[in-house]
């Protein structure tokens, strides 16, 4: 129930209503001026005009809206009405209007078994309709919204400078990701920029122009391309191609998981086709990543650790691993451009045909097959995939290639295995294995030295079991491994247990690396980092001091080394979380303090730290976020803006909280907000947080449903009432109050209120001048209250008090 009818009469008069007239006796008892019952003589009623309601419709809830009565109070079915409520647009037009809007089309007349229940003591519509009123979801018909035009730039800049007794070192990494959407088209350029220790160089991932056609459910893309057959490994390409729609969405999209352990804050790079897809720094400790911006799904990940005290630790992530977890959609799938990968011996880039298509045979089942071609090589293969049982899925992925330079083929063969076994337990299993004469587009034509040909995989194997049990914890191990044709190979091995104890956590993490053989490791150059080996045991307690504050402390043993540490974290709000901490190294007797702060000041996100030890002082730094230029200027996001993507308003005010898929965004101080990504094809939702608004503010609709094409560029508005709520203290010119249940009217007579006890007025909306007239029931003439407000009201107040005498005329 809102103020106004807390303060009004409407609830009152509708109770004590009799037939076709008032009880004027009651009327009277409850302190009711009976001349109120010559404006709801027939019923309680919405007053004649636009009144902003609730909206229901076969018991859900839409909103606000804003709904048009007659003089008698009935409902108006305007084509606004009827687009909110998702209802068909009737031809027959009742009442025609200045405009096409304010129109009153015939949706009783169209669809007689409709219930229409007007409330006007709870400001709310009620519709009960038949279902062969109700619109279709736009969903459902392919119908998205489409086009808009706007241009972005993604930004994400980390570095670190370390001073220490040994010299010192500093490292930058800038990514950039720029473009537009125009028409449904994406285009997109993507690069990176490092300098480390001065020495800089530029890595540019692609540059393309892409757009969807749905007659073919398939996406184009013309440029700088990754190939993304299902079938054989991802090329760096100049070109074109056209894959089936979904298969590009591997991003975001994708459940591929990389876990390691930091043994110092460190710096992660993940390489895909030899390109660097993503970096990042991790503090000491277990990390976890998720949501890499992966080029394909056939192609391995190459895992650096690189730690801000020294140290490189490198392992690979098989795509035979990936499993599931990247979908392929059937279709076909075309590509055709020059590799732009510089290739051994200074040969020449080839110019590569592929071409591949998947189709589904029945429930769970895929097949795909394809071809690649150049001049001097060629090569064919074929994917299966299964899932028995509803639950266990095997796939299995098989290419041969010829080398026609050396007159040399071979096959290479990938199975993997993804089951959960009940009682908590999931097992993954893949193993992949190529012959010695086999060979990739970019091996093709290259000399068989012994060394290049000894230092391919041989077979590459990875499994990995997780357990979960409420009493016992949760359990994981991983384990990989890649077998060299010279008889070298390494291993990778990560175990965690975690288990909580009365909000109480404790988490064991054991991480196990070993690499070449030392006959190998004289092939490394003499200025390159020997990878680390050996096994990491990492204890970690974390126990909670209040809501958002966490004590963490740690000890760890690698390498002969062994280390404890406490730090304390808190989320001081959300904007802000912080840790410091200390760290002690039995082994040297040395201590090191360190602290980092993130702060997401709305609109981009900046992390700082600095660690302090006897060797020196390190100072590390991140900025993150997202630029957008659109027709309405310029607005920043503090998250990566995708392919499809938007602009919301909240009327013009700053500072309103909306929740999006990627987080919460906040309206600058136009009241716009950048909506960094929508899913295509498919609903979402976005909801404006109401605690955020002002307090004189309503919302016509706190919620909005959108279903977005692939490249669009959305604009969302929500509309919002600024409703200025007074409670008036009114006395006549001698002093004494209101008697209660006066009537108050507006202009034009408009019936508004009554009094109620102590001569206490509410309004629900009202304005700094107001006149208002109020019939008293000694009076034969109604006397006059002039409103003296504030001229901007209050942001804080739910309503504001003012005290006013009412003047006879």
Known sequence: MGLATLFGVQGDAQAIQLGDGFDLAALTTHGIDPKVSEYFRSAARFREGVQVVGLRVNGTALGLVDARFDYQGQLCFTRGLLDKAGLRVPSVVLQAGVTAEQACHDFLGEFPATLVRLRPGSDEVSLVVPTQSLREPEWEVGSFSQGGTAAMLNYDVLGFDSHVRDGSSRFVSAYTEAGFNLGNWVVRSRQFYISDNGRG???HVYAYAQRDFAALQSTFQVGQISSRSPVFGGLQLSGLQLFPDGVARLGSSNGVVVEGLAHSQARVEVRQSGVLIY?????????????LPLLNGTSDLDVSVIGTRGGKRNFVVPAASFGAQVPVAPGFDFALGKVRETLANGRESPVVAMGSGTWGLGAGTSLGLGVLGTDDYHAAGGTLSRVFFQRVTVAARHNRSRDKVYAVGGTRSAVSLGSPLGAGVEVNLSVTTQSQGYRDVLEAGMASTRDALGARFQHQYTAGISWAEPVLGAFSLSYSRNRQFDGQGAEHVFASWNKRFNEIDVALV??????????????????????SQGVSVRLQVSVPFGESRRLTSFASRRNGRSDVGTALSERVNEYVDYEVGAERDLSERQQSVYGRVDVMPRYTRIGAGMSREA????????????????GQGVSFSPYAVQDTFGLLSVGNIAGAKVSTPQGP??????????????????????????QSLPKHV??????????????????VEFKVVSARRVLLTAHDQRGRALPQ????????????????????????????????????????????LQLNLESEPSNDKLYETASATCRGL
Do not use: M
């Open 201 to 203: 160089r530029s890595e």
């Open 665 to 690: 965004v906040w309206t600058d101080y136009r009241g716009h907000a950048v909506i960094p990504g929508l899913p295509a094809y498919s609903n979402t939702h976005l909801e404006v947080q109401t």
């Open 510 to 531: 054991a991480d196990s690396q070993t690499g070449p053989s030392r006959r190998r490791k004289r092939r490394y150059a003499a200025n390159e980092e020997l990878p």
């Open 279 to 291: 970096s990042t720094l991790v503090p000491e400790g277990p990390f976890s990543l998720t949501g």
């Open 615 to 630: 060797s020196g002082t390190s100072y590390t730094g991140q900025l993150q976020g997202a630029v957008v230029a659109h």
């Open 741 to 784: 249940g006066a009537a108050v009217f507006g202009a034009d007579k408009a019936f508004l209120t009554s009094v109620v006890g102590e001569g206490l007025i509410f309004l629900n909306d009202s304005e700094p001048q107001q006149i208002l007239s109020v019939e008293l029931p000694d009076s034969t003439t109604p006397c006059l």
């Open 698 to 715: 309503d919302l016509k609709n706190g919620t909005h449903t959108l279903a977005a094409a692939r490249g669009s560029f959305n604009t």
